[in-house]
């Protein structure tokens, strides 16, 4: 069972959560989290919520627990800080038994202020550096959450494309900027839970290079060609996987199922081959330059899958002291064939050919 908006607004009530309900399309909604800086949904009417919720939701005494812990696991869409390596991994050589998520990080200490037409979270955060730098990292974060307009409203065919399709968006428009210390890299993570089963799909500019975070993701998880990259979903079988900046196009697509109903999600940002990109898996030294990954959870933390965007850096090399970067999150619901010519308008990507 799906979390519902309901659900939610009762958890948050009961633990004196601070949080935000903004329409997100004609019958859409999604709540906004003070805690974590989380987004949620979008929920179309009283539906559960398309993106992937801990299952605490649903029970007061297990998301007490869950408060109570600090668990940053609650679901939705998060921004973190990369790379990876740097914050979250002490020792590289042993990344299972050194990674800890830094509290400050998440679920940190946002302030979220409620605008008419958005919702603006802040938080600043002191970092401690591994394995590729030194010292403390004192970083400001911003996240500014606004409706997404649907972007095929220009097109002549918009209406045929929409015909028995209901939409919903958001935008994120997140600044990163360097406090202190200029030699500590720094990236947004924008970080999107999903609802397995389903298919992930990545445009690419040829068939794109690929590493592995953990066990070696199998063909059965994973086919490649020179238009996209497909995934399964299954929250079963753990991988994460790693594509660079130079490969991909910046579109990260997901075929799922809500209440019996198909939807395609698709997440946009700006992808920047040419930014210094810092992200490197821990067992590979010097291989930089990733923008964009997938996890596959196994089910021990909760059975989600993940699609995940590094975003522009501020830079050691680079010299640049803030980035600021726009990740763009739609949401069509409806038949498959009709979100099949959705996906080809928007993207390019033909899916009869996968």
């Not at 009417?45 to 919720?53: N, T």
């Not at 990369?82 to 200490?109: C, S, W």
């Not at 500014?144 to 919903?168: F, Q």
């Not at 697509?253 to 809500?258: D, F, H, I, N, V």
Request: charge should be negative.
């Amino acid at each position: 069972m799906k979390i519902s908006l309901k659900d939610m607004e009762e958890r948050c009530a009961e633990n004196g959560l601070k949080y935000a309900v903004m329409q997100a399309g004609t019958d859409a909604r999604i709540l906004v989290l003070e805690r974590g800086g989380r987004v949620f949904g979008p929920f179309f009417g009283d539906k559960p919520g398309i993106l992937w919720a801990s299952r605490a939701w649903q029970d007061g005494y297990a998301f007490r627990g869950l408060l109570a812990a600090r668990d940053w696991n609650v679901g939705g869409d998060r921004v973190w800080i990369a790379p990876e390596v740097q914050f979250h991994i002490q020792d590289r050589t042993d990344p299972e038994n050194t990674m800890v998520i830094p509290a400050a990080v998440d679920p940190g200490t946002y302030r979220m202020e409620s605008l008419p037409d958005a919702c603006v979270l802040t938080q600043d955060m002191v970092l401690q550096a591994y394995n590729l730098a030194d010292g403390m990292a004192e970083l400001r974060l911003q996240k500014c959450i606004r409706l997404a307009t649907n972007p095929l409203c220009t097109l002549s065919n918009c209406k045929e494309l929409m015909d028995g399709v209901d939409y919903s968006g958001y935008s994120q428009e997140l600044m990163l900027r360097r406090l202190k210390n200029r030699f500590v890299s720094a990236e947004a993570w924008n970080i999107t839970q999903i609802e397995p089963p389903g298919e992930i799909l990545i445009p690419v500019t040829q068939k794109a290079e690929y590493v592995d975070y953990y066990e070696p993701v199998d063909a059965q998880h994973m086919q490649r060609s020179d238009q996209a990259i497909w995934l399964q979903a299954s929250g079963e079988r753990r991988y994460k996987v790693g594509f660079k900046a130079a490969q991909v196009r910046g579109d990260l697509l997901y075929y799922g199922e809500t209440e019996g109903t198909a939807y395609l999600y698709i997440k946009r940002f700006f992808n920047n081959p040419s930014a210094p990109y810092a992200e490197e898996p821990a067992s590979l030294f010097g291989s930089s330059g990733f923008s964009t990954h997938v996890y596959n959870d196994d089910g021990k933390i909760g059975g989600f899958a993940e699609l995940e965007c590094n975003l522009q850096p501020v830079s050691a090399s680079g010299g640049w002291d803030s980035s600021t970067d726009t990740v763009l999150n739609w949401f069509f619901v409806g038949p498959c064939q009709k979100l099949n010519r959705i996906l080809l308008a928007l993207t390019g990507v033909d899916r009869r050919y996968h």
